[in-house]
């Protein structure tokens, strides 16, 4: 069964300082990735995704993430974090014949 | 605006009793799921419906169940079968099953008296 790591739970960081959330996933064919964010009693939202082509996707507010077949991960990476930042973020794999699967979340919380 | 609404936003749930959360959407997506969420859990996939009248088992299906009418409502009713309610419920809806995006709704926080 297709699954997703998230190999860490909270990550603290100073505003203006870089991040990488880590993520892995288990499968032997051709997936779609995606990353999510959840703000505080909220819903989630969709920050990207990769489907095909360029394995560096970008969102509109400074995040990337690099899809690595050989290594099966999807880490998103931020230059530098800004406060608004803070929010919990979930790596998510569809293997195209099941349900999207989610990783734990990874809580981030920028630090003045 | 279009957009996906859940409700309520807490519910309270005694013992023994059902309860039915909303769900509705008016993006005209095939797709709806149920998912729940409890700390350090991540989400879990409770039903989902890829069309109208039609409905598959998640990974954590026993003690909840749903219905699929229309195609812009998927309620959810949380059983007496279900021991350990208390989580934070999210609908989401798709176009499709593969590869698309899935839109949330902002989540229903059900409690146990």
């Known amino acids: 069964a297709q699954s997703v790591t998230q190999l860490d739970s909270q990550v603290p960081v100073f505003e203006e300082a870089p991040v990488e959330l880590r993520c892995n996933y288990s499968?032997?064919?051709?997936?779609?990735l995606f990353w999510y964010v959840q703000y505080p009693n909220q819903g989630l939202q969709l920050l990207l995704k990769?489907?095909?082509?360029?394995?560096l996707v970008e969102s509109i507010n400074g995040f990337e993430a690099e899809f690595n077949k050989s290594q099966t991960s999807f880490h998103l990476r931020k230059p530098s974090v800004h406060i608004s930042d803070t929010a919990e973020y979930f790596c998510?794999?569809?293997?195209?014949?099941?349900?999207?699967?989610f990783g734990k979340g990874t809580r981030l919380s920028v630090i003045a | 605006d279009g957009g996906i609404t859940q409700s309520p936003k807490y519910l309270f749930r005694k013992e023994g009793q059902n309860v039915t959360l909303s769900c509705e959407q008016n993006?005209?997506?095939?797709?709806m799921y149920w998912y729940r969420q409890d700390p350090g859990q991540g989400l879990r996939l409770i039903y989902y419906?890829?069309?109208?009248?039609?409905?598959q088992k998640g990974d954590i299906a026993e003690g909840y169940s749903v219905s699929r009418e229309k195609k812009e409502s998927f309620p959810l009713t949380v059983t007496s079968a279900q021991k350990n309610p208390t989580a934070f419920y999210l609908c989401?809806?798709?176009?499709?099953?593969?590869?698309?995006?899935?839109?949330f709704g902002p989540g229903t926080r059900l409690l146990v008296l």
């Open positions: 419906s890829q069309i109208v009248n039609d409905f």
């Open positions: 989401a809806s798709s176009t499709g099953t593969s590869g698309e995006t899935q839109y």
């Open positions: 998510a794999v569809d293997s195209g014949n099941t349900p999207l699967v």
């Open positions: 990769y489907l095909s082509g360029s394995t």
């Open positions: 993006l005209n997506h095939d797709a």
């Open positions: 499968s032997s064919v051709s997936v779609y």
